[in-house]
Nanobody, 120 residues
């Protein structure tokens, strides 16, 4: 079983920056995709950024040029650097990892979520 632990959320004023981290633990054979999603109050969860192995990095239009997703494969960690934050970025942010266990079973797991609050 894969466990994902997120950190780095908090409160910041508009224009500020935060970096979210998500560490995956457990027996993992490989990670095929790392992504960050967010859910604001009263809204559906949306994909913010994704980083597939050997694929094209994706950013939602609302965060392009401000957010950067990156990974440290050796540490099974994915980051989301968020700059120039806006009040509309306020949401609970979730990491999502997909890949294979040593048993070759596929997994697709979510973190517990971390709150990001941006005040104007």
């Amino acid at each position: 079983q894969v466990q994902l632990v997120e950190s780095g959320g908090g409160s910041v004023q508009a224009g500020g920056s935060l970096t979210l981290s998500c560490v995956a633990s457990g027996a993992i054979f490989r990670i095929d995709n790392m992504a960050w999603h967010r859910q604001a109050p009263g809204k559906q969860r949306e994909l913010v950024a994704s980083l597939p192995s050997g694929g094209i990095t994706y950013y939602a239009d609302s965060v392009k040029g401000r957010f950067t997703i990156s990974r440290d494969s050796a540490k099974n960690t994915v980051y989301l650097q968020m700059n120039s934050l806006k009040p509309e970025d306020t949401a609970v942010y979730y990491c999502n990892l997909g890949g294979q266990l040593p048993t070759m079973r596929w997994f697709n797991d979510w973190g517990q979520g971390t709150q990001v609050t941006v005040s104007s």
